[in-house]
Structures are given as structure tokens and as C-alpha cells.
Antibody
Framework: QVQLVESGGGVVQPGRSLRLSCAAS????????MHWVRQAPGKGLEWVAVIWYDGSNKYYADSVKGRFTISRDNSKNTLYLQMNSLRAEDTAVYYC????????????????WGQGTLVTVSS | QSALTQPASVSGSPGQSITISCTGT?????????VSWYQQHPGKAPKLMIY???NRPSGVSNRFSGSKSGNTASLTISGLQAEDEADYYC??????????FGTGTKVTVL
């Protein structure tokens, strides 16, 4: 069965960096686009970034552009989110999620989600 | 990249029907038939309920239906049940090749 397991969250000081990972299993990882979506405590969902199935295209929310980098290693079935220059407003549960169809160009719904990893930015 | 606008809360009695609206612009909701709806129970990951405006994934109850008119999409839950009490979010593909989520709607079953 499809599984997405995030890791790498924790408490980090403002201005520091953190890298999140999302280990995928149960499907052909290299055929699916992948997303990061976050949710601040008590708030709504905020889309963060997408990477196409082959890594050829990446898009970001304005709120993280220039600070966050999404990447993937299809040989390890793993998605990453490198987060630099972290701010208090980046505090959230970060979910990785899968495109519902193979070879999507970012316009697919998200059918499988991980359980999330909490990132807390605080001094 | 502004969030799509949803009502903060909607409520209904068991068996009733409720509708949640999701208003965007011609650059997102109005410009594409790539509107999805997600259900999220407290402490859980979101679950896809509707995709491409009106399609239901396998396993989702036919009490959930979606539609769109202009820049506004809607999710209707008919025959409201206690288990439907949750937060609901719309999402749309945008002209910037990004995804936008709605502000979220808390559904309460009275």
C-alpha cells in the first residue's frame, strides 16, 4: 500500500536551516509528482512546493520562494525540502503528498498524504 | 497567491444538505477545471473527496458532490452524518503552475 513518511522536523532557531525528508513506498515513486503542504497550528492548509515526477520542474509558493528548495532522489524513493533562513511564520506541520495521476504537470489532485512532521521555529 | 475564499463555518442537522463555496479568480478556479476538495479531521492528514470539480475518488461516498460556476466552486454534502463533521478545504491549480488552497470551512453537525 502507498505510504509516505515524513521526518526531519524539530525545533530550530530563526535564521537557521532544516531539511525534511519524505520516504515513499508502495508505488513507482519516479512516476509521480510530489508536493509539500504545510499547516500552521490551528490554521488552514498552505501549499508550499511541487516537483514533477522527473525533477524537471519545480514551483514554489511566494512565501517560501528563494528560501526553500524541493528536490527528490528517485533512486532512494525520497522527497526532500531544504528550508533555509527559517522564520517564526514557517512554524507548521509539513505534509508531503502525491499527485493522484502519473506524469502530471502539477495540475493533479493530491491523493495520498503523509502524517506530517512538525517544524517549530523559535529562539 | 491569495488563498481562495471559503466561509469559516457551515452547520446542518443530520440528514440535511449543506453547501460550501470556494471563490477564486479567473487565474485559478475560473480558469481551470482542476478544483479539488479535501476533508480533514482533527489531528489527521487531509483526505481527497472531490477532484476535477465534480469527480469522486473510489471509496468516497456519493453524498459528496462538487460543481463550479464562474470563479466559484461548491461542495455539497447531502444526507449529513455525524462523521462528516470536519474541516473542508478547496484547492485549485493556478496560472502560475502552483496550487492554491481555500481558507477552510468547519462543518458542524448539529
Amino acid at each position: 500500500q502507498v505510504q509516505l513518511v515524513e521526518s526531519g522536523g524539530g525545533v530550530v532557531q530563526p535564521g537557521r536551516s532544516l531539511r525534511l525528508s519524505c520516504a515513499a513506498s508502495g508505488f513507482t515513486f519516479s512516476s509521480y509528482g510530489m508536493h509539500w503542504v504545510r499547516q500552521a497550528p490551528g490554521k488552514g492548509l498552505e501549499w508550499v512546493a511541487v516537483i514533477w515526477y522527473d525533477g524537471s520542474n519545480k514551483y514554489y509558493a511566494d512565501s517560501v520562494k528563494g528560501r526553500f528548495t524541493i528536490s527528490r532522489d528517485n533512486s532512494k524513493n525520497t522527497l526532500y525540502l531544504q528550508m533555509n533562513s527559517l522564520r517564526a511564520e514557517d512554524t507548521a506541520v509539513y505534509y508531503c503528498a502525491r499527485d493522484a495521476l502519473t506524469y502530471c504537470g502539477g495540475d493533479c489532485p493530491l491523493d495520498y498524504w503523509g502524517q506530517g512532521t512538525l517544524v517549530t521555529v523559535s529562539s | 497567491q491569495s488563498a481562495l475564499t471559503q466561509p469559516a463555518s457551515v452547520s446542518g442537522s443530520p440528514g440535511q444538505s449543506i453547501t460550501i463555496s470556494c471563490t477564486g479568480t479567473s487565474s485559478d478556479v475560473g480558469g481551470y477545471n482542476y478544483v479539488s476538495w479535501y476533508q480533514q479531521h482533527p489531528g489527521k492528514a487531509p483526505k481527497l473527496m472531490i477532484y476535477d470539480v465534480s469527480n469522486r475518488p473510489s471509496g468516497v461516498s456519493n453524498r459528496f458532490s462538487g460543481s463550479k460556476s464562474g470563479n466559484t466552486a461548491s461542495l455539497t454534502i447531502s444526507g449529513l452524518q455525524a462523521e462528516d463533521e470536519a474541516d473542508y478545504y478547496c484547492s485549485s491549480y493556478t496560472s502560475s503552475s502552483t496550487l492554491g488552497f481555500g481558507t477552510g470551512t468547519k462543518v458542524t453537525v448539529l
